[in-house]
């Protein structure tokens, strides 16, 4: 996520383009009443003096925000120091487990002064990327931009890792390096070819200091793609690609694979360990709704005020038309069912209100 804050548009514009390179989602601070031309340096510095939080206009459930493992955190310098706004939100969210990537846009403070121990000092649970920040000359984020655009993030990420790995400084900041070449999409096979090139030139007892740093760094995800290809091999349809377009409906990451586009439609849709969709409502004038076969895994199917079904191979549901319901993986085991999607008239889905993580945990 790229949460921001900017009052003159500069940090807006730098965040636009973070969120552009990375997908990221954009999320702005925005204070519930706003700074005027007339008052913003007076306002700012006497908040920054009595250490005031103002308000905020703009919030997000803190279900959603545990969604997130990278946020990019971005404001302008005020007063040599992070603007109030910031604390706001900053405090308002557990941020904890997260990785916080700080930028600002300035106007000659370009080290960001005390902005960016600020974040650490706040998210102290958090990791916080305080020397790989971003920055720019608020006059110049025009350029700035275009010569950023030389350069993506990622081989930037590249860069760095290499050039720090090649001098031996491969310690506790290397691993704050490693961490972002991660978040700024380089990928276990990536950074294995990347350190194993390397060592021909920068010596192998500094890649294997790199490596031993790497594999834990990168082991999630070696973890996720062991589990992800065993549980496909469990099945006979395959569990396709992330299914982004409905990601916003759902909790966790979920796949989609067409099995048939013809008479009627039938999916496979899989659900990883903890993934259900939002409650929702399937319309229609006539006929509509949908039928689910669960084909490997387990999960659940709840209508709203029933209790939840338990979904194991072989189960089907049929969920009629205009009754609102969720499905989704159990907390320990991946799911799939198939979606066959019940022909009718002026269908539509509504998308409703995802489930609690209170109601979730507590079904047996
Ligand atoms: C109240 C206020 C205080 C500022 N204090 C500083 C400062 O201490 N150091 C600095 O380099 N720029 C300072 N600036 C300039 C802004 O950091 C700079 O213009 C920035 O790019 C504005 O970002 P925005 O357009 O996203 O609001 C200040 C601007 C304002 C409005």
């Not at 804050?5 to 730098?14: D, E, I």
């Not at 702005?28 to 008052?39: L, M």
């Not at 973890?223 to 409906?249: H, R, V």
């Amino acid at each position: 996520m790229v949460a921001y804050f900017s009052w003159s548009g500069n940090t807006q514009q730098v965040a636009n383009w973070i969120s552009d390179k990375t997908g990221g989602e954009l999320f702005r601070i925005i204070p519930e009443v706003e700074y005027t031309e007339d008052d913003v340096f007076d306002r700012a510095q006497d908040e920054l003096n009595n250490g005031t939080r103002p308000p905020l206009s703009s919030h997000i459930d803190q279900e959603v925000m545990e969604q997130y493992d990278v946020i990019f955190v971005g404001f302008p310098i005020w007063w040599y120091d992070l603007p109030m706004p910031v604390w706001s939100f900053l405090e308002e969210y557990d941020l904890s487990g997260k990785t916080i990537i700080p930028f600002f846009t300035h106007n000659g403070s370009s080290s960001g002064a005390s902005s960016i121990s600020t974040v650490a000092e706040l998210c102290p649970d958090s990791t916080v990327l305080t020397d790989d920040y971003f920055t720019y000359s608020g006059n110049n984020v025009d350029e700035a931009e275009s010569a950023e655009d030389k350069l993506s993030l990622k081989e930037r990420s590249l860069i760095t890792v290499v050039a720090l790995l090649s001098q031996g400084l491969t310690d506790t900041s290397f691993v704050h390096h490693l961490e972002s070449a991660k978040a700024n999409g380089i990928t276990k096979s990536e950074i294995a070819e990347i350190i194993t090139h390397a060592a021909f030139y920068a010596g192998w007892p500094k890649a294997w200091a790199a490596f031993r740093l790497a594999k834990d760094i990168w082991k999630e995800d070696a973890n996720e793609a062991d589990e992800k290809t065993a549980y496909e091999k469990s099945m006979l349809f395959p569990i396709g690609q992330p299914n982004d377009t409905f990601a916003q409906y759902f909790v966790g990451q979920s796949y989609l694979a067409p099995v048939s586009k013809e008479q009627v439609g039938i999916f496979n849709v899989t659900f990883e360990p903890g993934c259900r969709n939002n409650w929702h409502i399937h319309h229609a004038e006539k006929g509509g709704g949908q039928i689910l076969v669960c084909v490997a895994g387990r999960g659940f199917y709840q209508e709203w005020g029933k209790t939840p079904i338990c979904m194991t191979a072989g189960d089907v549901v049929n969920i009629p038309a205009g009754v609102k319901h969720w499905h989704g993986a159990a907390p320990d085991s991946w799911f799939s069912h198939l979606v066959v999607e019940v022909p009718g008239e002026n269908t539509h889905t509504e998308w409703c209100e995802p489930v609690s993580n209170e109601d979730y945990a507590n079904i047996k």
